[in-house]
Nanobody
């Protein structure tokens, strides 16, 4: 089982940027697709972005397309989420997860999860 730790969250103003990191330990992420999800209070966990094992393909939720970029560095066992032009509706706890599938958008298709990092966008 891979342990995941997210970091990089914080408080940012509208239009600002943050870069989230998801560091893995106890195993390698090389064999997995990786995804980012987010969950706001009172809401279900929703898909944000995913990337295949060798970074060949990525997929984004419509709400973040053009603003967020997912990337990975398999040598560092780390996945990133660059978030630009942040909006108040991006406020949530952000989670990363591992998946044996291609580019799944359902949280049930992910196996390992981190504890999350809080992102708050103030207007």
């Amino acid at each position: 089982q891979v342990q995941l730790v997210e970091s990089g969250g914080g408080l940012v103003q509208v239009g600002g940027s943050l870069r989230l990191s998801c560091a893995a330990s106890g195993g390698t992420i090389n064999g997995y697709s990786m995804g980012w999800f987010r969950q706001a209070p009172g809401s279900e966990r929703e898909f944000v972005a995913a990337i295949t094992r060798l970074s060949a393909i990525s997929r984004y939720a419509d709400s973040v397309k053009g603003r967020f970029t997912i990337s990975r560095d398999n040598a560092k066992n780390t996945v990133y989420l660059q978030m630009n032009s942040l909006k108040p509706e991006d406020t949530a706890v952000y989670y990363c997860g591992t998946s044996a599938f291609g580019l799944p958008m359902r949280s049930s298709d992910y196996k390992d999860w981190g504890q999350g990092t809080q992102v708050t966008v103030s207007s």
